[in-house]
């Protein structure tokens, strides 16, 4: 054989064992391809029938709730619902989740550490209701379908949605929570009917005639209108972070705190503050006013504001340098109410405070200023003692005239720092404002001017008050805050709890 032929021959058989090892290749391919279309495919397949499920889920969740309310909060005792074929778990957890209902400085007062700001436990604070909420739970694999506190919740990992709202009902400056509890501690697969039976008697928690705060008889009762301090409702929950999402965007409180920790959220309901008479605010205990609505239509926003002030000595008949003020202030918003201009000060002997009102709202580089001379007379009691009666906002508000500020006020001094007067400011920022335009020589009512300068600073600020004589000319603990009155803006006048208990079984 010459050597061309055996490359020949062995070329030729090359040939064919390369057709034979091809087909085998292609086979391989083929088999390695529709194993891997069906293993995709099946894994496909159970993910969405799994997503099927979980909708399932979600719907048949959707119309329990539908149905428990109808136990819970209806006239109905009980009820049935089929939940149809799935592959997850039901389950009842009677001791899933908690809720709390805190009326925090409930006096409105000098709460237990001697001020009236909301500062932790020192504070009047007051559980008006706590309960466990129970929930009704769909699980299947790492998700979670559950009923809870009248709402649908859907969570998985560390994120929880909600379906459905929970049982928080606002109309108007009325909250209506009635708090459904679930009880029961069944669980079931397949297609169980779930069984809603009402437990108890619906119960009402607040208001209530026959619980005090403190359980103090000589303490108010738990009633409405729901003033000082605020509401703060407190949930613990697996579902938290659905809850906080609730509270944050279809409520009118506002999430103050989100504890992972502890899987709770925190949210504060603001309530109106005080009305009627108050104490006359200090630098250490100032006054809060809590959900102004600022307006100056008729009825609406700061209808009263009074009070009366007495010298350092209040058992004398004058006054000595008066130079005292209310004052408010919120970033580069400030305003100062300033009663000074006094000789002697003596009371009887028709001598008249002056009023200066003072406005920035850029840190004092610029101001609005007015001043009503001769404002409040400086009367005697019946004791002979001095005393000055001021009416900011009413019937016995002064006039006061568009104009610079000489000297130096109580808590500011517009005369240093560059401050000047505004050439003119127009008064159209709120429902109400009259559109006018004020410049030097131009009047207007005090009223006026206090109720539209502190609805800059609405709905909530702190009142304090500062003495231009070394803290000499007043005496702020024998004064008194005769009449504050307002209405409220996004606030909760009227509280309304209720306890409704459900247990739930399956067949």
């Given at each position: 054989m010459?050597?061309r ?7 030729g058989?090359g ?8 087909v ?6 083929v088999?390695i ?13 159970d ?10 889920a979600e719907?048949s969740?959707a119309q ?11 006239e ?9 074929h ?5 389950r009842?957890v009677?001791d899933?989740?908690t809720i709390?209902?805190?009326?925090v400085?409930?006096d409105?007062?000098?709460d ?6 909301d ?16 929930a009704?739970?769909?699980e299947n694999?790492?998700?979670?379908i ?14 929880t ?19 459904v ?5 069944e ?8 069984v809603?039976?009402?437990s108890g008697?619906t119960?009402g928690?607040?208001p ?13 009762t ?5 003033s000082?301090g ?7 929950s ?9 509270f944050?965007?279809?409520t009118e ?8 920790a ?10 109106l ?7 006359i605010p200090t630098d ?18 700061l209808?009263?504001?009074?009070f ?17 003020s209310l004052?408010?202030q ?17 009371c009887?002997t028709?001598e008249h ?8 709202d ?9 001043v009503?001379e001769?404002a409040?007379e400086v ?10 009666e001021?009416?900011?906002v009413?019937?016995g508000?002064p006039?006061a005239?568009y104009?610079?500020?000489?000297g130096k006020?109580a808590?500011?001094n517009?005369?240093q720092?560059?401050g000047s007067l ?15 335009t004020?410049s030097?020589?131009?009047t207007?009512?005090v009223d006026?001017?206090?109720r539209h300068?502190l609805?800059h ?5 702190h009142?304090?008050?500062a003495?231009g004589n070394?803290?000499?000319s007043?005496n702020e603990g024998?004064?008194?805050?005769d009449d ?23 067949e």
């Open positions: 010459s050597i032929y055996a490359s020949s021959f062995w070329t058989r040939r064919g064992v390369s057709s034979t090892v091809g085998v290749l292609i086979l391989g391919i088999v391809g529709t194993t891997s279309v069906v293993a995709l495919g099946s894994v496909a397949l993910g969405t029938e799994r997503q099927s499920t979980l909708d399932r719907q969740m329990f709730d539908s149905r428990a309310a109808q136990v819970a909060l209806g109905e005792r009980s009820t049935r619902l089929s939940f149809g799935s592959s997850g778990t039901y009842v009677d899933a989740g709390t209902i805190t009326h400085n409930h409105g007062g000098s237990a550490d001697g001020n009236s700001v500062d932790g436990p020192g504070d009047d604070d007051e559980d008006v209701y706590s309960g466990t909420l129970g009704v739970v769909y694999g790492d998700t979670e559950a009923y809870q506190g009248g709402g649908v919740w859907r969570h998985r990992g560390d994120s949605r909600m379906l459905s709202p929970p049982e928080f009902h606002y109309e108007g400056s009325t909250l209506t929570l009635p708090v509890q679930v009880s029961g501690d669980s079931a697969s397949g297609a169980p009917t779930a809603v039976s009402k008697q119960k928690m607040y209530n005639a026959s619980t005090h705060y403190e359980d103090d008889s000589s303490k108010p738990y009633s409405n209108p729901a000082d605020q509401m703060i409702v407190t949930v613990e697996e579902y938290y972070r659905g809850w906080a999402e609730y944050d965007s279809r409180g506002s999430v103050v705190d989100v504890d992972h502890n899987r709770t959220v925190t949210a504060e309901l603001i309530t503050g005080k009305q009627g008479g108050f104490e250490n205990n100032p006054f809060e006013v809590r959900g102004l609505e600022p307006s100056m239509q008729s009825g609406e926003g209808e009263r504001l009074s009366t002030v007495r010298p350092k000595d209040d058992h004398t008949n004058k006054f000595a340098s008066l130079d005292w004052t408010a919120n970033g580069d918003r400030r305003i100062e109410m300033n009663l000074g201009g006094l000789g002697n000060g003596k009887g028709g405070a002056d009023l200066t009102v003072y406005y920035s850029d840190g004092g580089a610029t101001y609005q200023g007015w009503a001769n409040y009367t005697c009691d019946a004791n002979g003692y001095a005393k000055i001021v009416d900011l009413g019937t508000a006039t005239e104009q610079s500020i000489s006020l808590a500011y517009p005369g720092g560059g505004a050439g003119s400011t127009t008064f159209d920022h709120f429902d109400g404002d009259t559109g006018t004020y030097t020589g131009s207007e009512s006026v001017l206090v300068y609805n600073f609405a709905p909530t600020f009142l304090e008050s003495d070394n803290g000499n007043v024998e004064s008194s805050g504050i009155q307002y209405t409220g803006d996004d606030v909760i006048t009227y509280l309304h709890v209720s306890e409704n208990g459900i247990e739930v079984r399956f």
